[in-house]
């Protein structure tokens, strides 16, 4: 039973017959991919409070530590992130900051906002206005919480880590999995293409792994909304006792998440933080978003690679790399009366002439239907 299923209504049963099918997938069993995709964003850490305190972790701030990027420090990174040929305004930060958080409050309210994602959606417009499609990774929502960002984003994620109940999680308010798949659930239901994926290495045993690629199997087979799987090794850190996973561990784990999941959903690693060229083999297929101008804020030490170090890669393994945008190519294709995908303020931006339209349609033009 996963647990938190109960509280957040998660009516997910996994066949043993199953999972005993992908615990036995290895790397030879699975197909290299023909292409490679990546999309160029910047980094946009908004709030370093969190209510969260995962032990693998160096990102979050306690509460009178915390900052609070204001709209200007946001304009000017997404300025920058335009200027650098960008198109996804990356805003992932800590999740939804409780009431210990009273600075953050206080300059919130300042601001003219009651809470983090009244905020978010601000900062959402302010991205689209200068030219840069959001994509937002804000922890943990509610439905209520995504409804009011989900029309400014082209697509939004969150990690659902793992399906198991591990001691990373820890401290008095956790990540639990059926609240993290309630979540997913809650993308599903609002029609939000969706990123989400799995940090390996962090106390989950092989089943767990099984077991979590099969939970969000089930939830796309219900909604059709999951874009990519992002399939990423915890790294060490000043913060975190955590060894990073061999490279066989991650070519299994990828292997088993190419086998699990359908065709149209990517498999993702992180360049910066993974083994790439050694999991390349495995059903890769994604290098997820590269900035050309901002830090991995969540894992500083880790720097992005050059987009050329990309091409070399993508050489190497002998199939082309190519630019795609933060919401896939199929749901905008997809996007009729009876499955709307896109806000009409997505669609707009998307289509608008200028300088901003002309980038967004050039990466389409080169971007393959996926
Ligand atoms: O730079 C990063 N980008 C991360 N991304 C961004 C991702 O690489 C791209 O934004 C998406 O592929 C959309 O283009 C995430 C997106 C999510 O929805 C959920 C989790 C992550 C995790 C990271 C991350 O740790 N570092
Ligand atoms: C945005 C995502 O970053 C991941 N994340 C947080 N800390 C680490 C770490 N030390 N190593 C790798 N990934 C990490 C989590 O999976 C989170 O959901
Ligand atoms: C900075 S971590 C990424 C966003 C969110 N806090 C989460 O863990 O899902
Ligand atoms: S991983 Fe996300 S939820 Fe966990 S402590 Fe870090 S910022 Fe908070």
Known sequence: MISGADE???????DEAEIDRLLAVTPGDVESANSLTYAKNV??????????????????????EASL??????????????????????????????GRYTQVHDQLAEWGHDSIHSYLREVCELALEEGLLPHSNPG??????????????ASMGVMLETTADVAAHAGPRQKNPGQRLATIRTAGELGVPFTTGLLVGIGEDWR????????????????????EIIVQNVVPNERSQFEQPSVE?????????????PEE????????????????????????????VTDDYINPDYAWPALRELEDIAEEAGVPLRERLPVYRRFLDDDSDDETWLSDRIRRAIDSG?????????????????
Request: charged letters at 25%.
């Open 249 to 261: 561990t991650m070519r299994r784990v990828v292997s088993m998440a190419r086998a699990a999941l």
């Open 43 to 64: 980094f946009i850490p908004l709030t370093t409070a969190c209510r969260y305190t995962c032990t693998y972790c160096t990102y979050f701030d306690p509460p009178g």
């Open 265 to 292: 959903i990517s498999v993702q690693v992180p360049p910066n933080l993974s083994p790439t060229r050694e999991l390349l083999d495995c059903g890769v297929d994604d290098l997820g978003g590269v900035s050309p």
């Open 208 to 227: 767990d792994r099984a077991e979590s690629l099969l939970a969000i199997r089930k939830l796309h087979e219900r909604y059709g909304h999951i874009q």
């Open 354 to 370: 200028g300088e901003t339209g002309e980038r967004y349609q050039s990466v389409l033009t080169e971007s393959i239907p996926r």
């Open 8 to 14: 957040y209504d998660i009516d997910i049963t996994f």
């Open 140 to 153: 943990d929502q509610t439905p209520e919480q995504m409804e009011l960002v989900a029309d400014v984003n």
């Open 69 to 98: 990027l204001s709209p200007e420090e946001v304009r000017e990174i997404v300025r920058m992130g335009f200027d650098a040929g960008c198109t996804e305004a990356l805003f992932t930060f800590g999740d939804d900051p409780d």
